[in-house]
C-alpha cells in the first residue's frame, strides 16, 4: 500500500492521532482554500513567498522506528494458504467474481481470512487482493466492527486506525482512511459507500455473518448483485459459520460464484447437552416461558459454579445468552446476589451484562482478558453469538431466545417480542465455548425442541416495513422492488408500502422519488420525525428540537445519567442527588434534556486563579463525573444533533447554529405534540424516569408537560386533520401572550454551585422544610412499609420515610430482631428524634407514653402472642413491640399440672387481656389462654 502511494509522490503518514485532529482543525479554519499547488517543470520554488494570510509551517518530524512483531500463527486456524489459494484460483477468472466462505466458529473466517487477503501466502500475487483498492469487511454490529479490528491489529502487529494496515468505520467514528489495506465497517455503512457511488473505491467486499440475513445484509446482496457487472475488478466474499449454501449459490449463480470450506480448526471441543425431559421449559409457550426463562438460566449458572468450585468440573468462564438488556439486568442481579450469600463464591466471581448499548468502558473489560484469577460470567444478548469473542469461556449457558421485531402491516406496529432462535444461530452459540479448555454446552431446551426450530432464520426483509427500503431502492434508482432479492419480502407488505409512501407524499404517482420523499432518507429518520424536523425549522425551534431528536430517537434518555449496582449506599444516595438537582426546576422531559445539554456545552468554571486554565474539553469531562452525566451518551447527542442542523442548512445563507433558546420550549412542545406519542406529566410532579417504555410502532416516547391552551390547539389540529400552516397561526396567537421569559432562570437556579455546595444547601433545606413539618418530639401515626432485623421502615402519612431502630422499639426490653415484633402494615405511634440530612429521612421512636402497655392495652381485647418461656406458675408469652405478658396456671382453660403439657417453646396463641398494671415504671400484663392457633 505505501509503495503505491510512494508511486504517486505522496509521503506515509506520520501524525499521531491527536496531531492529525488538530491539523485538520487547521486546515477547517484557514481564511483561504486548503489545496495542492502542481509547478510548472523547472520552477524555482525558493523565491516564492507566503501570501499574507501566512503559511501552513511544517517543522522537522523525526520518525523513531518501533517494530511490533506480528502474533499470527497459521496453524491455528482452518483459513489455511492452501484454501487462500482456492480462492485465488477461483477469483483470478474474471467471470467469478464471488466466493461463498463456509467455516466453523474458530476456522478464523474473520480473523485470519483477512490477514491472508492482505499478506496472501505463497502461489498468490502479494497484491492480488488490494491491486485494484482497499479491502472491506462488513460486520452487523458496532461492537464487532471495533473489537475484530482490534483484535486484528494484534495479529497484523500493527496500531487500528488511520494511516496503518487496518481502519474501522461506523456512524460515529470514523478511524479509517485511505491509507488503510483493509477496514471493517457496518454494513449500513456500506450501503452508504454504494449510494455515493464508492464501490470503485474498493477491491474486495467481505460480507461476514452473512447467515443473520438482516435488512442490510439483503440490500447488500441485491446492490452488489446488479452493480457486479459495473466493476469486474471487484470481489466479494460471502462468509458464514451456518449459512444455507445452496441458497446463496443459486443467488449468484454457479457460473459467478462457488463455495469454499473451510475446516473446523478447533483447539478444544465442545460438548452439546441437551435439557432432559423433566427439565426442558414451555417454548410452545412464549408468555409462560418469559416468566421462567431467568430463573432457569440463573439456576443452571450456579450449578455450574458450584461443579467448577467442587473441582468436578474444569475452571472456566460461562458465557449465558438471554433475550434482551430487562432479562440480562435481573439475571445479573440474581446472580450477583446469590453468589454474595455463598461463602463458597463470594469474591471468586465476577458478573457482567454484554449488549450493545453497554457503556464502552464496561463493554472493554468484558471482552478483554481478565488477570483477576476470578470465573467470569458473562450474561449477553445475541451480540456475543458471532464476529465477538468473549475470551476464556469454556461454558455456555443456551436458552434459544431473542428479542424479535415483527412488523404487522394490518396494525401498522412493530411488536418486540420473545422469539424462538433458529437451528443456525443456536450453532453459533454453540461454538462460542470450549476456548481455553474442552467444552459444554448446556441447552435449556430438548433436542426433540431443538429439532423443531427453523433450520435457517426468516430474512428480516420478510417481517419488517418496507418503507425504509423501498425509499433507499428509490434514490439508488432501482425501480423493479419485487424482483432481484435472495428471498422476496412479502408481497402484500411492499403494495402496502408503496401506497402509504405515495399518500404521504414520499413517492409520486409514477413512484419516482419526491423532494419530500429525499429528505426522509437523508435524514434517515422516520417520516414522523422527518416531518417533527420539517416542522421545526420553519417554525424557528429548530435548534431545540434538534437537540431533543438524538435523545427521543436513539432511546438515549434511558442512559443518560449514569448509575451502577456495584456503587456503595454513599456513592449511590450522592449519585441521586446529583440526578435530582439536575432535574429540579424542572417541568419535563423537554427542559430536563435541554437543560443538561446546555450545562455540559457551557460547564461552568470553578477552578482557581492560581490553577493552570482548563480546557473546554476537560471542564465538560469533569461536570459529568461530579453530577454523574453520561459524557458517552451526550457526545453522541451533539455529533447527531450538529448532523440534523448541517443537513437543514445546507441550502441556506443563514445558520441554525445558535444557543438554545428556552422562550420557544413551548412552542417546541406544541411540535412535537403534533407529530409523536409523548406522556403526559403534571406541571408540578415531574421527576426524571430513565425507564419509561415506548408506546407500540415509535420510540418517540417520554413525559411532557403541555399547558392546557396548547393541547387545545394541537388535539384540534390533529383531530381535524389541518395542515402544519394552520398549526403555525395557532401558536403565532399563543406565543403573544407567553410568559416564557422565565424558564432559563427557573430551570438553571443554583447550577453555578458545585455539587457538594448543592447538596449541602439541599440537605439544609431539607432540614428546615422537615422541623417545620415534622417538629422535634411530634408524635404521629405511621404506616410500616418493610421491617428488617435491624430496624422498621415506614411512611408518615405525607407518604415521608421514616426509619425506627430496633432499639427505639422498646426502651424497657432488650429486642435482637424487629422482625418478631413488628409486623409489615401494621400502623403505630412514633415520634420524631432525629433528621437524618445524607438520606433524607427521619429517625423515630416508638418508645413513648402511648405506646406503654397501659395505654395500649385494654382489659378484654384479644391479642395473638407466642410462647418464649416456662414457669412452675405460668407461660410467659411475646406480645408486639416487645413486651411480654403472663399467662397463669390457673387462667390456661383447663387444669394442667405444668403449663409444657399443652403448649411447646414458640406456639402461636390468642389470650385476652386480664390486667394492665405499673408499678415503679415495671408493666405487668396478666392473660388468659383462649386457644392454640399454630402448633411450633
Not at 424516569?689 to 415506548?694: E, L
Not at 424558564?743 to 458545585?754: H, I, K, P, Q, S
Amino acid at each position: 500500500m505505501y509503495e503505491k502511494i510512494k508511486e504517486y509522490g505522496q509521503s506515509r503518514p506520520e501524525y499521531c492521532e491527536e496531531c492529525r485532529k488538530a491539523l485538520l482543525l487547521e486546515k477547517m479554519t484557514m481564511g483561504a482554500a486548503y489545496f495542492s499547488v502542481k509547478t510548472l517543470p523547472g520552477e524555482d520554488l525558493s523565491i516564492a513567498l507566503p501570501g499574507e494570510l501566512g503559511m501552513v509551517y511544517h517543522p522537522q518530524r523525526p520518525h523513531t522506528k518501533v517494530e511490533k512483531p506480528s502474533t499470527f500463527d497459521e496453524t491455528q486456524f482452518g483459513a489455511t494458504p492452501d484454501k487462500i489459494v482456492e480462492i485465488y484460483q477461483w477469483l483470478k477468472d474474471k467471470n467469478h467474481q464471488v466466493a461463498i466462505i463456509i467455516g466453523e466458529t474458530g476456522s478464523g473466517k474473520s480473523t485470519a481470512l483477512p490477514y491472508w487477503l492482505i499478506f496472501p501466502p505463497k502461489g498468490v500475487p502479494a497484491d492480488f487482493f488490494i491491486r485494484d483498492g482497499q479491502i472491506l469487511i462488513t460486520q452487523p454490529r458496532i461492537v464487532a466492527t471495533t473489537s475484530i479490528a482490534e483484535y486484528m491489529g494484534v495479529l497484523l502487529g500493527s496500531t487500528v486506525g488511520k494511516g496503518f494496515d487496518i481502519g474501522y468505520r461506523y456512524s460515529k467514528d470514523r478511524n479509517t482512511d485511505r491509507f488503510n489495506a483493509a477496514f471493517l465497517a457496518t454494513d449500513g455503512s456500506l450501503i452508504n459507500m454504494i449510494m455515493k457511488g464508492q464501490l470503485s473505491d474498493l477491491s474486495v467486499v467481505m460480507i461476514d455473518e452473512a447467515h443473520e440475513r438482516s435488512e442490510n445484509i439483503d440490500i447488500i446482496l441485491r446492490l452488489l448483485k446488479d452493480q457486479l457487472p459495473l466493476y469486474p475488478h471487484l470481489k466479494v466474499l460471502i462468509v458464514s459459520a451456518t449459512i444455507n449454501k445452496n441458497l446463496f449459490l443459486n443467488y449468484f449463480g454457479c457460473d459467478t460464484a462457488k463455495i469454499i470450506e473451510f475446516e473446523a480448526k478447533r483447539k478444544f471441543e465442545y460438548k452439546v447437552n441437551f435439557a432432559p425431559e423433566s427439565e426442558k421449559l414451555p417454548y410452545d409457550n412464549p408468555p409462560h416461558l418469559r416468566n421462567l426463562i431467568v430463573s432457569a438460566m440463573t439456576k443452571k449458572v450456579m450449578w455450574l459454579l458450584n461443579e467448577q468450585l467442587s473441582g468436578r468440573k474444569v475452571k472456566g468462564n460461562i458465557l449465558a445468552f438471554l433475550q434482551g438488556v430487562k432479562p440480562i439486568e435481573e439475571a445479573v442481579s440474581g446472580l450477583k446476589k446469590a453468589i454474595g450469600q455463598s461463602d463458597n463464591l463470594r469474591d471468586k466471581v465476577e458478573v457482567y451484562p454484554l449488549y450493545s448499548d453497554l457503556d464502552k468502558g464496561v463493554k472493554d473489560v468484558v471482552l478483554r482478558d481478565s488477570n483477576s484469577g476470578k470465573i467470569r460470567v458473562i450474561v449477553s444478548t445475541n451480540v456475543a453469538e458471532a464476529s465477538v469473542t468473549v475470551s476464556g469461556v469454556v461454558y455456555v449457558v443456551e436458552t434459544g431466545v431473542e428479542n424479535q421485531a415483527n412488523w404487522r402491516s394490518e396494525t401498522l406496529e412493530t411488536k418486540v417480542g420473545l422469539t424462538l432462535i433458529s437451528q443456525a444461530n443456536a450453532k453459533q452459540r454453540w461454538g462460542r465455548s470450549g476456548r481455553t479448555a474442552p467444552g459444554d454446552v448446556y441447552c435449556l431446551y430438548s433436542e426433540e425442541q431443538f429439532k423443531s426450530m427453523l433450520p435457517f432464520p426468516i430474512p428480516a426483509i420478510q417481517r419488517s416495513s418496507m418503507e425504509e427500503i423501498v425509499l433507499l431502492l428509490k434514490r439508488l434508482g432501482v425501480d423493479d422492488l419485487g424482483e432481484g432479492w435472495i428471498e422476496k419480502p412479502k408481497e402484500a407488505e411492499l403494495s402496502r408500502s408503496l401506497t402509504s409512501l405515495k399518500a404521504s407524499k414520499a413517492i409520486d404517482e409514477d413512484e419516482m422519488l419526491t423532494e419530500y420523499g429525499s429528505m426522509l432518507r437523508e435524514f434517515a429518520y422516520t417520516s414522523k420525525l422527518t416531518d417533527l424536523i420539517i416542522l421545526s425549522d420553519r417554525f424557528g425551534c429548530a435548534v431545540e428540537v434538534a437537540t431533543l431528536l438524538p435523545v427521543i430517537k436513539n432511546g438515549g434518555h434511558k442512559y443518560l445519567l449514569t448509575s451502577n449496582d456495584d456503587w456503595d449506599k454513599k456513592e449511590a444516595q450522592k449519585a441521586k442527588i446529583a440526578h435530582q438537582l439536575l432535574w429540579k426546576n424542572c417541568k419535563d422531559d423537554v427542559e430536563f434534556i435541554l437543560k443538561l445539554y446546555q450545562l455540559w456545552i457551557s460547564p461552568p468554571e470553578r477552578q482557581k486563579k492560581s490553577v493552570k486554565k482548563q480546557s473546554l474539553a476537560e471542564r465538560r469531562e469533569i461536570w459529568c463525573a461530579e453530577y454523574y452525566v453520561n459524557m458517552q451518551v451526550i457526545e453522541e447527542v451533539d455529533t447527531e444533533r450538529n448532523q440534523i442542523l448541517r443537513l437543514l442548512n445546507t441550502h441556506k445563507k443563514d445558520s441554525n447554529f445558535r444557543e438554545i433558546d428556552f422562550r420557544l420550549l413551548n412552542r417546541a412542545r406544541m411540535i412535537l405534540a403534533y407529530c409523536i406519542p409523548y406522556k403526559e406529566v403534571a406541571e408540578s410532579g415531574y421527576s426524571y424516569n430513565p425507564k419509561i417504555s415506548a408506546d407500540s410502532g415509535t420510540s418517540a416516547t417520554y413525559q411532557m408537560f403541555l399547558p392546557a391552551e396548547r393541547k387545545k390547539a394541537v388535539a384540534k389540529s390533529v383531530a381535524d386533520n389541518l395542515s402544519s400552516l394552520a398549526l403555525a397561526r395557532e401558536l403565532i396567537g399563543l406565543d403573544a401572550n407567553d410568559d416564557a421569559d422565565e424558564a432559563c432562570a427557573r430551570v438553571f437556579e443554583g447550577m453555578d454551585l458545585t455539587l457538594e455546595e448543592a447538596i449541602a444547601l439541599v440537605e439544609e433545606d431539607w432540614e428546615r422544610s422537615m422541623a417545620k413539618t415534622y417538629p422535634l418530639g411530634r408524635v404521629l401515626e405511621v404506616k410500616v412499609k418493610s421491617v428488617i432485623s435491624g430496624g422498621v421502615f415506614a411512611n408518615t402519612p405525607e407518604n415521608m420515610n421514616v426509619y425506627i431502630h430496633v432499639s427505639e422499639i422498646n426502651k424497657s426490653s432488650f429486642i435482637k430482631d424487629a422482625t418478631q415484633v413488628i409486623r409489615h402494615g401494621e400502623s403505630i405511634k412514633a415520634k420524631v428524634i432525629e433528621f437524618d440530612k445524607e438520606r433524607q429521612s427521619i429517625r423515630m421512636s416508638l418508645a413513648i407514653p402511648e405506646n406503654s402497655p397501659i395505654n395500649r392495652y385494654k382489659v378484654g381485647q384479644l391479642l395473638e402472642a407466642r410462647v418464649v418461656n416456662f414457669a412452675a406458675f405460668g407461660t410467659f408469652v411475646s406480645l408486639d413491640l416487645g413486651y411480654q405478658g403472663l399467662i397463669h396456671i390457673s387462667k390456661m382453660g383447663t387444669w394442667v399440672n405444668k403449663p409444657s403439657d399443652i403448649l411447646s417453646i414458640g406456639d402461636l396463641v390468642r389470650v385476652e387481656v386480664l390486667s394492665v398494671t405499673e408499678e415503679k415504671g415495671v408493666s405487668k400484663i396478666g392473660l388468659k389462654l383462649k386457644e392454640v392457633l399454630k402448633k411450633a
